[in-house]
């Protein structure tokens, strides 16, 4: 069951450098260029339907449907979107209420009332998909319609965080006459309520937005339309900044390209690089269906080699920083276990760890990474893991790769022994680097069960109004999963946009979720 908290300290961070973009901003109502901004990046989206993904896809949702509420940069709480009004009845936070908009309508003209609202959430969890969000709305119990612009969650459990999992593309809202309840639409299209319609797409290649007439929201956009084009080769997508054939990058950049970028040759072509507070993380995952990953000294004698300050220097060249937790820097509880537990990478002491449990050298391992979700920099990352393995004398690494939606499917059928996994936080919080990962079906598509985090740890967390109230319980469950070593915590990344010198917005284009929010692009010549 995955729930949601406040955004805190990640989300003042890019608050604070978002003013940077606050002078002459161009009204809602006067965004008069129509020349579309255009936007690369190697996030594709996997699917058109948000009951069937919990993946970069959500770029694109954020942009074309609407959810009840919304994070405007800056926001530290969720704000009112489809919603007029949210807040919970009761005490015990079992009980939230939202009051909708008034005359809300989906592109196809079907109104957006209660019960498309409850049409929209319920068919997640009736569809269950396997790479769905269905495990975000884990402590939703059902939902009443009383009237039509009223809709009511009645939780399982008290839960303090449901509003932030409404505020989450996961709950996007969809039209009733065009999405089954029963089934994912895979027509191509998307009937939506947000800023944006989607006037054309073509998988794998271009999304092409036009200005939602008939959007009423939170968004104040700065343009008209925007196209995204979605890219494998990162090179390509510099070299089409460079050359002016997009105006700007999200997701996608290889570090030698953000430096590249940063530098006089970045200038002497037009470009402009943000960059932002970011809590992206990467990090390995263990399947103990293996039999060798199911042995607790193998996982920890990998914990003990793999040296990440040689990881982030070689691949990352500055961009990143190592991670000893799968909490990141600058969430509130952040620890440091794995540093505590293992602490610098030594070969001997990996050694003594297998020795000790009778396990022969080297351990023969696969490991799995995708090819087209992270950028470029995703295969030299795998190839120094395996140069550090290999040279320890104590394992031996084949490494394999799949195209994210292969390779989504082969973790989630539980096929890799070890896999690398990249996680962008729903919203910034310490819930949200734990909960995801434990539990019978979880984010990773591994069974961990850790029973304190489940029934103890969590649940006190999430009677909390007040984040900083779980701090303990959030340490705690940091130190287990460095007890158990199932997630190996790697580095923690920095957000990148590139952007051509004439268009602004770059600072404010990214939400706490760090979903991009298109309508904040807009061109300088068009003051």
């Excluded at 949601?4 to 161009?26: E, F, M, N, V």
């Excluded at 295969?379 to 040279?391: G, H, M, P, S, V």
């Excluded at 195209?403 to 310490?430: L, M, N, S, T």
């Excluded at 900083?468 to 946009?497: C, M, N, T």
């Amino acid at each position: 069951m995955f729930n949601r908290t406040r955004c805190l300290q990640i989300t003042a961070a890019l608050a604070s450098i978002s003013l940077l973009a606050g002078c002459g901003l161009l009204s809602d109502d006067s965004a008069a260029d129509t020349k579309p901004i255009v936007v690369g990046t190697t996030s594709a989206p996997s699917t058109l339907d948000p009951a069937a993904a919990w993946d970069g896809s959500w770029e694109l949702y954020r942009n074309v449907y609407q959810t009840l509420l919304a994070f405007p940069t800056g926001s530290t709480k969720p704000q009112p979107d489809a919603a007029q009004s949210c807040e919970f009845t009761d005490a015990q936070n079992e009980s939230y209420r939202c009051t909708l908009r008034k005359g809300l309508k989906f592109s196809n003209g079907e109104p957006l009332d209660a019960k498309a609202v409850k049409h929209s959430l319920d068919r997640i969890r009736t569809i269950g998909s396997k790479v769905g969000p269905k495990d975000l709305f884990g402590s939703l119990d059902k939902i009443e319609t009383p009237d039509a612009l009223t809709v009511v969650f009645h939780l399982k459990t008290p839960d303090a965080t449901f509003p932030f999992v409404l505020g989450s593309p996961a709950a996007s809202l969809v039209a009733p006459k065009d999405y089954p309840a029963d089934k994912v639409r895979e027509d191509g299209e998307v009937t939506g309520s947000g800023p944006y319609v989607l006037d054309s797409y073509k998988e794998g290649s271009e999304a092409v937005l036009g200005r939602n007439g008939s959007y009423t929201g939170f968004a104040k956009r700065q343009n008209n339309a925007v196209t995204i084009r979605y890219y494998t080769d990162s090179a390509k997508m510099v070299s089409d900044l460079k050359s002016k054939g997009i105006d700007a990058i999200y997701r996608g950049l290889a570090a030698s390209e953000i430096t590249g970028l940063q530098g006089p040759d970045g200038a002497a072509q037009g470009v402009q690089v943000v960059a932002n507070v970011g809590a992206e993380i990467r990090y390995l995952v263990f399947n103990p269906k293996d039999p060798s990953v199911a042995k607790l000294p193998v996982r920890q004698a990998i914990a003990q080699v793999i040296d990440r300050g040689a990881l982030v220097s070689k691949v990352y060249q500055g961009t990143a920083e190592p991670l000893y937790s799968m909490v990141p820097k600058g969430v509130v509880g952040h620890k440091t276990p794995f540093y505590d537990k293992y602490g610098h990478a030594d070969i001997d002491e990996a050694r003594k760890i297998l020795k000790a449990a009778g396990i022969n050298q080297p351990v023969d391992l696969t490991f799995w990474y995708t090819t087209d979700r992270y950028g470029s920099s995703t295969a030299e990352e795998f190839t120094e893991i395996k140069r550090q393995l290999d040279e320890s004398g104590l394992f031996r690494i084949t490494l394999r790769s799949q195209p994210w939606k292969a390779f989504q499917e082969g973790y989630k059928g539980q096929e890799y022994p070890v896999f690398g996994r990249g996680w962008f936080p729903d919203f910034p919080d310490p819930d949200n680097f734990i909960a995801p990962f434990v539990g019978n079906e979880n984010a990773v598509g591994t069974p961990y069960v850790p029973n304190e985090i489940l029934t103890d740890l969590l649940p006190k967390t999430r009677r909390e109004g007040d984040r900083s109230a779980g701090v303990h319980e959030f340490e705690r469950a940091q130190q287990i999963f460095a007890e158990d070593v199932r997630l190996l915590p790697l580095w923690q990344g920095k957000l990148y946009v590139a952007a051509r010198d004439d268009i602004a917005g770059a600072e404010r284009a990214l939400d706490p979720q760090t979903a991009m929010q298109m309508w904040e692009f807009y061109r300088k010549t068009s003051w």
